[in-house]
């Protein structure tokens, strides 16, 4: 069974409307991620949480919201999609209680499609 | 700010064959940790290896190491014997705290039989 799980894996959409990308863990980390793919940029941080009581913004979080509903579970919403957010989303998590702190595990990505 | 920089959009090498993929990086930071990460066709993200900066070991795991060097600030992946199945993107990527991964732009890796 995968340790990091998104859904939907894929998803088309219309312009101007609201979506929710859902990532669960079961690693027992604390920390979890949202990135964002597109070709020929690698990865770039949407929003990052370190527990339930903590989110913070990545570099491109203008657009994105997030939800930290449980320990093993984080939640990027698009409010308003719109097609230029088209791209390959990624969750990932890391544990803050061990030596090994800063790794990151990734999720399987979700390919959003905003027409 | 942290930069990485992978200068080889494009790499191939025979089956069985050495291969090393480039990778720079720059941060003001004195402890922070370098990836590599390969993504199949599959997309998944996957670790294939990591190195401590305070560590002036190379890192090793099995058929894929690392040259580390840090005055130079950069960060070689070698393959060896590489194998079909190692035809991927790969991204080096740098962090400090447990803040964010900085990604490069990655390296397509073919393998050819």
């Known amino acids: 069974d995968a340790d990091v799980t998104q859904t939907p894996r894929n998803r088309i959409t219309k312009t101007g409307k609201r979506i929710m990308l859902e990532c669960s863990q079961t690693?027992?980390?604390?920390?979890m991620y949202w990135y964002r793919q597109d070709p020929g940029l690698g990865l770039r941080l949407i929003y990052y949480?370190?527990?339930?009581?903590?989110?913070n913004k990545g570099e491109i979080s203008d657009g994105y919201s997030v939800s930290r509903q449980a320990q093993a579970k984080f939640s990027l919403s698009l409010e308003s999609a719109i097609p230029n957010q088209t791209a390959l989303y990624f969750c990932?998590?890391?544990?803050?209680?061990?030596?090994?702190?800063?790794?990151?595990?990734f999720g399987p990505g979700t390919r959003l499609t905003v027409l | 700010a942290q930069t990485v920089t992978q200068s080889q959009p494009e790499m191939s090498v025979q089956e069985a064959e050495t291969v090393t993929l480039s990778c720079t990086y720059d941060?003001?930071?004195?402890?922070?940790?370098l990836f590599w990460y390969k993504q199949p066709p599959s997309r998944q993200m996957i670790l294939v290896i990591r190195?401590?900066?305070?560590?002036?070991q190379n890192a090793t795991e099995n058929r894929f190491s690392v040259n580390f060097q840090k005055a130079a600030k950069s960060f070689s992946l070698k393959i060896s014997d590489s194998q079909l199945g190692d035809a991927a993107m790969y991204f080096c990527?740098?962090?400090?705290?447990?803040?964010?991964?900085?990604f490069g732009q990655g390296t397509r890796l073919t393998i050819n039989p």
């Open positions: 941060t003001s930071e004195s402890d922070y940790y």
């Open positions: 949480s370190f527990d339930v009581k903590d989110i």
């Open positions: 990527a740098l962090t400090q705290g447990a803040q964010k991964l900085v």
């Open positions: 990932a998590t890391s544990d803050s209680g061990t030596g090994i702190s800063d790794t990151q595990y």
């Open positions: 190195q401590e900066a305070y560590k002036q």
């Open positions: 690693k027992g980390h604390d920390r």
